[in-house]
């Protein structure tokens, strides 16, 4: 009978040990949680450039939406304003006289619809793309331009 009353004191004592470690370990565990949901919660990365001086055309919608696409694209953003600078003057409306191309990017019709004249974050949105999917190349033309000449 004393040890029948021994075990189930024991049994009892281990069950007790084992949930109350599991609760310390869970309250230890909530830290380290929440680091790791701050790390997902979004970055206003727009707050870490500063808009340059030869990019005033472009409105300050566009200027947040070309920053976010260009960090979640992993997209060179100096490499891509250099090339809307040289092929745009920063101007969202820009037309070139000779050809389709027309806004940030100065995009031909030939390589998307030709809805991507009348909206300036499509035309971010490509330029962004065909530059993280293609390289510079679609900008050769005027590499003297935005490569420094090089």
């Known amino acids: 009978m004393v040890i029948k009353n021994i075990s189930r004191v024991c049994g009892w004592f281990l069950a007790q040990t084992l949930m109350l470690l599991i609760l310390i370990l869970a309250v230890a565990l909530v830290p380290i949680y929440e680091d790791k949901v701050k790390c997902k919660e979004e970055v206003d990365i727009v707050s870490m450039y500063d808009k340059p001086k030869r990019l005033e055309k472009m409105n300050d919608e566009d200027w947040r939406y070309f920053i ?5 694209l992993e997209v060179d953003v100096e490499l891509a ?3 809307i600078m040289c ?6 409306w820009a037309k070139n006289a000779s050809s389709s191309a027309h806004g940030y990017f100065q995009i031909i019709d030939s390589t998307v619809l030709s809805t991507v004249r009348n909206d300036p974050q499509l035309n971010l949105e490509v330029g962004l793309r065909l530059l993280k999917d293609s390289g510079s190349g679609p900008w050769n033309a005027s590499k003297s331009c935005w490569s420094g000449g090089t």
């Open 68 to 72: 976010e696409r260009a960090y979640e």
């Open 81 to 83: 304003e250099d090339i």
């Open 87 to 92: 092929e745009s003057g920063g101007g969202a």
